[in-house]
């Protein structure tokens, strides 16, 4: 009687043992295939009211960011961020300004977590990046500087591309860890 008892409680523990170490291996693989397993943003109900917010877009020559305003449905920081990067996703709409991501860029998911804002886009905003190292700086700060200089909760941004940490965007700038904003480039300057 007591054997079969032990082979029993034997047998739970090397069973929890096992279930345990299965949601460990998941946790760590979700962690290193670029935190795609967030539950998604949660937006606010809809009140009507509205946030006006700077988009970062550039000049019509390309040489430094330029300003337009939108205004954007108030909502959860995961809503309004969703909706910051898809105003600037979306073009400028004064002709003196031009698009610096890629048309028919999507993003995967948005969140903010403990001051830093992960923006997942798809691949083709490397795939259509038209390349350069000067483009490149003012697309990623495109990005950046339209979420820290918006929302006092974000201060750094980091970029991921397809669900996953990059080196950089089109070759040249580091995006492998959060950025903080640059409003200098504002007015061209690196």
Do not use: C
Request: cysteine-free.
């Amino acid at each position: 009687m007591k054997k079969g008892r032990l082979v029993t409680i034997l047998l739970i523990i090397v069973v929890v043992a096992s279930v345990s170490a299965l949601l460990l291996y998941r946790s760590i693989q979700q962690k290193r295939d670029g935190l795609t397993a967030l539950e998604p943003s949660v937006s606010a109900p809809t009140t009507g009211e509205m946030l006006t917010i700077d988009l970062y877009f550039t000049d019509s020559g390309g040489s430094r960011l330029a300003l337009e305003r939108r205004e954007i449905p108030v909502g959860f920081i995961d809503a309004l961020t969703r909706s910051a990067m898809e105003s600037l996703l979306s073009g400028p709409d004064k002709e003196q300004l031009s698009r610096i991501i890629p048309e028919g860029v999507q993003i995967r998911s948005i969140f903010v977590k403990d001051g830093t804002a992960y923006v997942d886009f798809t691949l083709s905003i490397a795939a259509n990046h038209v390349g350069g190292a000067w483009t490149e700086l003012l697309t990623i700060y495109s990005i950046v500087n339209t979420l820290t200089e918006n929302f006092s909760e974000i201060g750094k941004v980091q970029i991921l591309i397809d669900g996953r940490e990059s080196e950089t965007l089109a070759g040249h700038v580091d995006i492998s860890r959060p950025l903080p904003g640059r409003v200098q480039l504002l007015a061209g300057d690196w």
